[in-house]
């Protein structure tokens, strides 16, 4: 497979520190629409992955079915023109599409995928490899605990994850600045953390204490998929 490669995670995700170990080192700096691949591997590998509907880490998990299944040859240098529509636009175009229960199921998804990985190749007990995903879970904590602070009733739910994220990563306290921002108003709170492209406007019934309490921990089971 030939790859021109284009950021996804990014390096802060903790992921880099034993992608090496895991033999996909270039999986995390792919993006489908940029390599090319005969049509044997994917056959071979599915396509992508349902579950992660109606989009969101879809790249990132068939980058790295792929790349279990062949070595890359990477070109570092530009040699496509990929054309990226405005901010404007996609606003526009994903206005009220997203379902924020179901973007928190696909991501605690896709962790415990790349956990199961880890536990096949018997790295899970590895410091470093503990270090990193500790560095990741409290990235996606803080993340979506921000996500959180521009929902009417999301305070709670906000608060609840950026103190668990702080917890896993008590070297990032941008997540306690985040933290006091959750005292303001809504309006307030609206303008720095909310998101047209979600459906809701409060917090859906399906987000739970209990979902949250679980988020990352490689246990995740849903009712859109089979995995269990």
């Known amino acids: 497979m030939v790859v021109w490669t284009t950021p996804i995670l990014g390096e802060d995700s903790g992921l880099f520190q034993f992608q090496a170990k895991l033999e996909f080192t270039a999986v995390y700096g792919l993006n489908p629409s940029t390599f090319f691949f005969a049509k044997k591997i994917i056959q071979k590998t599915g396509s992508f992955d349902t579950h992660l509907t109606p989009f969101f880490l879809e790249d990132t998990d068939f980058c790295l079915s792929m790349y279990q299944n062949g070595d890359f040859i990477k070109i570092d240098e530009p040699i496509i023109r990929f054309r990226m529509p405005s901010s404007e636009f996609l606003i526009k175009k994903r ?97 720095k953390y909310g998101d047209v492209q979600l459906l809701e406007e409060e917090v859906q019934k399906e987000i739970e204490f209990l979902m949250i309490e679980n988020l990352f921990t490689g246990t995740h089971s849903c009712e859109f998929c089979g995995l269990n």
């Open 95 to 191: 206005k009220k599409t997203l379902n924020r229960y179901r973007i928190i199921k696909n991501q605690d998804y896709f962790f415990t995928k790349v956990i199961r990985l880890i536990q096949e190749k018997k790295l899970l007990e590895e410091l470093e490899v503990q270090k990193a995903l500790s560095i990741w879970r409290a990235r996606w904590l803080k993340e979506i605990g921000m996500s959180f602070l521009g929902v009417k009733n999301g305070v709670s739910f906000g608060r609840k994850l950026l103190l668990s994220s702080f917890k896993e990563n008590p070297k990032d306290i941008s997540v306690l600045r985040h933290f006091f921002r959750s005292f303001k108003s809504y309006e307030k709170r609206f303008l």
